[in-house]
């Protein structure tokens, strides 16, 4: 088999397979992990809105850089390039992609009011396979994680961990 059939059928197969995908927006300096879900050829995510993930640089007609890692080592599968396109709400495209995303959104605040927020404040965007994979890096491409307001306020007391075996053993002996 070609290089031309195999690439196209392990983007697939990996991006299904994954719940999250790291995404580098051209121009953008960083990697985001995102959920996404993979619907017809593409991977449909959902963002930019309140409570959802943050989408910079994904703007409708960009390019991007998709990396796909493993669902059981966590290891890198693949990268590939994508062309982001930004799905009308109301359109049949948008309906049948929030349709599947509806479905794998976790713990979303609304419930099944989720879909009229995302028409009204969020933006539903495809990123379609534009043909070949980048090989796959050598040496370590570790980076320091995005700044984020959640933050350990403080180390744990050094006798946390006395307390806790404590409590168990009494409730052990008791029995």
Known sequence: MTRELLDPALVEEATKKSGLI???????????????VWHEGA???V????????????????TAEVTVRSKD??????TWTARVVQLAPGTEAWEAAVADLKGKRL??????AMTGRWARECR?????????????P????????????????QPAPAGLPRLLLKKKRKKGTRA
Not at 22 to 36: C, D, P, S, Y
Not at 107 to 112: F, K, V
Not at 124 to 136: D, K, M
């Open 47 to 62: 963002g930019d809105g309140p409570g959802e993930q943050p989408l910079p640089g994904l703007a409708d007609g960009a």
């Open 43 to 45: 991977a449909a995510l």
């Open 22 to 36: 790291w995404v580098e927006a051209a121009g953008e300096r960083t990697a985001r992990a995102l959920w996404h």
């Open 138 to 153: 050598d040496g370590n491409l570790a980076a320091p994680p995005v700044p984020s307001p959640a933050t350990t306020r």
């Open 124 to 136: 539903v965007i495809r990123l379609e396979p534009t043909g070949g994979t980048s090989p796959l």
């Open 73 to 78: 080592k966590g290891g890198r599968l693949v």
């Open 107 to 112: 713990n979303a605040p609304d419930g099944e």
